[in-house]
């Protein structure tokens, strides 16, 4: 066969496979309680007008997903999960927790503690709002008090047109809402928990809405076991208006099989501060691609990211930050820890425009190779118009170094146990941005038993 012929092949191929997709998602459409036909519509259309991405594309040049084209995914149907299985996988998890679950991408309430308007005791203040869009929908003050809101937001911000969060658009069987009005704070954080049981594709969208001066944590989690292949693909969509504050910590720590490919769009208003803190441990193939648009004058922006793969994990962190306004502030630090044959890469734009005068925008990726067979693609960028702002961007790529080494051993501890000590050093300054502490702690243990 020529090498035109298995190109064409080849992409035929992809848009076969991305068309049987896209029809397991409109067949979870049909069967979801939403109504929202003209938006499952807009994104039936972007995704027919797109291919199934490959090496060709520069967005995915070093992430292939030709693997993904031998299994023809199901869409993922409702499952049940036991309690004690959730807490095993998510050991830091409490009985008492503001949570809602959801298994292969459907509601699960028995898992669940949700909150609308005080109705559940979870020490929500009065009209804040934690809960699936289904139950919304059914309250009968829906319409008028809260559908325009949420039409408002749902899939409006930039970047849903890229293929897999239309897909997302198209397919999705609930969504995830969490909601505070205005001068709202929470102690507690908001738990929305992602477990997987099926092998089967399923679509993950959460929604929230910080109105002016609300503030909270968010913790995203997602868990599933190794013993089924599956895909999951997952879009959150965060809007913070002026003053409010959101502090999202994304646990990724699925199974070995695993697809896992995520799109978490930010708008932050003026004055707002959003910050999160993103550990992915687990899956075949993850790609976490955080979009965070800043649309008002001094604006905080922190994002920490780390990935720990052994084997042959494939980790892929794609990030853009758009400073738009002046008096902004920017930072991003990225850390990977890469073992045996896995694979890791970043690619980090801040986009710095002309009306961003006198901001302060800082990115750094950091990767530690453990094997002479791990390989690392990074790509840092800046792209800066305005002329009175202050901006640095790095990368490194290292091994841990035998002086280090050699000078724990001199104290008496053993090349493993220093082994050991320098690397949760250098994950530990990531996982310390967690302010939940119950995960901190979890993942704290997880680390100092990290073995070569």
Request: hydrophobic fraction near 40%; include cysteine; charge should be negative.
């Amino acid at each position: 066969m020529s090498t035109t012929s298995a190109t064409s092949t080849r992409t035929a191929d992809r848009e076969a496979y991305l068309k049987h997709l896209l029809g397991q998602a409109i067949a979870v459409a049909e069967k979801s309680e939403l109504d929202l036909e003209s938006l499952r519509s807009r994104a039936h259309a972007l995704v027919s007008e797109q291919s199934f991405p490959s090496g060709r594309d520069e967005e995915w040049r070093f992430t292939d997903l030709s693997e993904m084209l031998a299994v023809p995914f199901p869409a993922a149907a409702e499952e049940t999960l036991a309690a004690d299985a959730l807490e095993s996988g998510l050991p830091w998890l409490n009985s008492d927790d503001c949570r809602l679950t959801s298994v292969n991408g459907h509601y699960a309430p028995a898992l669940s503690l949700a909150s609308r308007d005080n109705q559940v005791s979870t020490n929500l203040p009065e009209g804040a709002v934690v809960a699936p869009l289904s139950a919304l929908m059914a309250h009968p003050d829906f319409s008028r008090q809260i559908g325009s809101s949420i039409s408002a937001r749902l899939a409006q911000i930039q970047g849903g047109g890229e293929v897999f969060t239309a897909l997302n658009t198209a397919g999705f069987a609930d969504v995830m809402v969490v909601w505070l009005r205005a001068d709202q704070v929470l102690d507690q954080p908001v738990h929305i928990v992602r477990a997987s049981q099926a092998g089967a594709i399923a679509h993950l969208r959460t929604l929230v809405i910080a109105e002016r001066h609300a503030s909270f944590t968010l913790v995203e989690s997602f868990w599933g076991d190794d013993e089924q292949t599956r895909c999951n693909n997952s879009v959150t969509e965060i809007w913070l208006e002026a003053g409010a504050q959101v502090n999202h910590i994304r646990l990724q720590n699925e199974g070995a099989q695993t697809f896992h490919i995520a799109k978490t769009a930010v708008s932050q208003a003026a004055d707002s501060r959003y910050q999160c803190t993103a550990i992915d441990l687990g899956a075949k193939l993850s790609r976490h691609h955080l979009e965070v648009y800043q649309t008002g004058p001094q604006t905080d922006t922190h994002l920490y990211g780390l990935s720990a793969l052994s084997d042959r994990q494939l980790a892929d962190t794609h990030s853009l930050i758009a400073l738009t306004h002046p008096h902004s502030e920017a930072t991003q630090i990225q850390k990977n820890i890469v073992d045996d044959r896995a694979h890791s890469v970043f690619n980090g734009r801040v986009l710095v425009s002309q009306a961003a005068q006198m901001t302060n925008a800082s990115q750094l990726n950091r990767n530690l190779l453990l094997s002479s067979k791990a390989r690392v693609d990074t790509k840092p960028e800046l792209d800066i118009v305005a002329d009175n702002v202050k901006c640095a961007h790095g990368a490194t790529v290292s091994q841990l170094q035998a002086d280090e080494v050699f000078y724990l051993q001199s104290r008496g501890i053993s090349a493993e146990q220093a082994q050991r000590l320098l690397l949760y050093g250098f994950a530990m300054e990531i996982v310390e941005k967690i302010t939940f502490a119950p995960l901190r702690q979890s993942l704290s243990d997880r680390l100092t038993r990290w073995t070569r």
